[in-house]
């Protein structure tokens, strides 16, 4: 099993005739995901990876009885877009889109939590249970088909990890890519209970960043609800006051958000919190030796 | 971004929030006029963009223009954390009877915006928040509908008598209306003042912007202060890569925010230190590699170079021709050391068969060699 997602999910691809959303859209095909359209207004009646072009997510829904949908608009017109999806009845939205203002993903958040949709993203790189499907951006080819759930800020960073896990023969059940931004649809508590219930997952990784207090509450939470093991990286050291490292969400202010802050919390919830990347793999590896 | 005092007062204006009457000098002479112009005690404040002004020297209360010429003097030029003083606000005085804080910001915890209301306002309210939590009023709304009820009971706490809560919940009510309308991400005014002739005044504000809502905020952007930004910074901006000074010597070159915070931590970690962090972003062409050259090696004294990159969208072979070029169209005198992985990675490592650059394997390998080639020495970081 894995969480959120398998090989059997039907998968709108909202933006499907844009650069990256054809891109991915054949990427994703490739990797064994169901695809089974894509939407641009305007563009309905076209076909483009073997799949149909419709003008709406309502439209897609109607004819494909798709349950789940991938953002690639731009910024301006991602939360419509969401809302869209939200609409039309998609129990899984993953927004990849960055630059998304806060503001607007403040009204879109409320609004899916309210009808119990699960928003991935925005700023994102997706999710991917390995071997059997991906929506997002990640290479599929890094991954292995395993036991390990990862949840994660990052791209780039989560690949590096998911490579480092792979290379030591640990495979991954699902890794979800949660995104950058101050406000995203979906966190590591929404995450870690269905990875608690999944029995193929054995432990979770995650990967923090500088910023907020997601990772405080995340310790204080695995403390109370979660009795898998999961292992713990934190990213921004070296970051300094005030400045805002790329993603919208990373940057320390008034002293809060520290690394140091995010590590101690984990510490103090029995969560070992590893000093780089290969050791967060070892770590992991010796913990699911032990298990068995 | 971050916009003055003066440029946050003139929003307050705008939004119908009272402010003391003010004018900005760049010039000892244009603050005597304006002071002569307000008449009795003016306050002389620095415009910067770091908090901390008044405890720095930055703001000077004086009775006279020729005592404004002379604090203006003093002032302007004065470095204040790093932030060069161009110009003063010279604001009329203004008499003191109560002073209170009102700040509306993001909470990202419950995903709300959140109100933060004390009756004990002023420059000490980080320790009021710390010592006496009792004195914070907390309230939030989850949407962008001005939370009517709370705001009334907590004007009423700041200010018991009506005649001053009344001018006070409309304050809160423009406050909030700002934020919303101009995408703020913090909106302050400490200390809200009770002046000695019963007005509610906004006697100092601060107002910061959600960068990723510029694009519909024009009149915001206009407000950008050049001089109180990295130049580096704001070139990188405008050419999609996003970029932050350090003070090290090893320049970083990484594709994804996250990867790049990390490749700092490690270069750090094993014994070196970060000159900045640069994030190529996604779809790499190969102009982004040689713009992001250029940023790292006119930024201070760069010793070597690091460029770690995980191949997903973007792809290893245009950044490796990213960086063959840029050797052709700059003078690299530094060593670089290259860890390419991900997509298209072979075909890039192939490209840059032949060239000076020093390839590593991993990560780790790749930090090490680059605290060796900038002439440090490698720290081994395992617990």
Known sequence: MS???????????????????????????????????????????????GVPVFNSVKDGVAATGAEASVIYVPAKFAPAAIMEAADAGLRLIVAITEGIPTLDMLKVYHEVRRRGITLIGPNCPGLISPGKAKIGIMPGSIHRPGRVGVISRSGTLTYEIVYALTNLGIGQSTCVGIGGDPIVGTGPMDLLPLFEQDPDTDAVVLVGEIGGDEEERTAEFIRQHIKKPVYAFIVGHTAPEGKRMGHAGAIVSGGSGTAGSKIKAFAHAGVPVANTIDELAEITRIGLAGLR | ????????????????????????????????????????????????????????????????????????????????????????????????????????????????????????????????????????????????????????????KLFEDEAHAGPALEIMRKLFDLFVVKDASLAEINPLVLTGEGQVVALDGKLNFDDNALFRQPDIEALRDMAEENPNEIEAKAKGLSFVQLEGDIGCMVNGAGLAMATMDMVKLYGGQPANFLDVGGSSNPEKVIN??????????????????????????????????????IDISVPVVVRLTGTNAEEGLRLLEGSNLIPAQTFAEAVRKVILAAGGTVVEAHS
């Open chain 2, 292 to 329: 992001a050259f250029k940023l790292i090696l006119s930024s201070g004294t760069i010793k070597a170079v690091l460029i770690n990159i995980f191949g997903g969208i973007t792809r290893c072979d245009d950044i490796a021709r990213g960086i063959l070029e840029s050797f052709k169209q």
């Open chain 2, 1 to 156: 971004m971050k916009i003055h005092e003066y440029q946050a007062k003139q929003l307050f204006k705008d939004a119908g929030i009272p402010v003391p009457a003010g004018a900005l000098a760049e010039t000892p002479e244009a603050a005597a006029t304006i002071a002569s112009e307000l008449g009795g005690v003016v306050a002389v404040k620095a415009q910067v963009h770091v908090g901390g002004r008044g405890k720095a020297g930055g703001i000077k209360v004086v009775r006279s223009p020729e005592e404004a010429r002379a604090a203006a003097q003093a002032i302007i030029g004065m470095d204040i954390k790093g932030s060069k003083v161009n110009k003063v606000w010279v604001e009329k005085g203004s008499s003191i009877a109560r002073e209170a804080y009102l700040g509306i910001t993001l909470d990202r915890s419950n995903r709300s915006i959140l109100f933060i209301a004390s009756a004990a306002g002023g420059i000490d309210i980080e320790e009021v928040a710390a010592h006496t939590p009792e004195k914070i009023i907390r309230f939030h709304t989850f949407d962008t509908t001005f939370p009517e009820a709370e705001a009334r009971a907590a004007a009423g």
């Open chain 1, 3 to 49: 969480i959120l997602l398998d090989q059997s999910t039907k998968v709108l691809v909202q933006g499907i005739t844009g650069r990256d959303g054809s891109f991915h859209a054949r990427q994703m095909i490739d990797y064994g995901t169901t695809v089974v359209g894509g939407v641009t207004p305007g563009k309905g009646g076209q076909t483009l990876h």
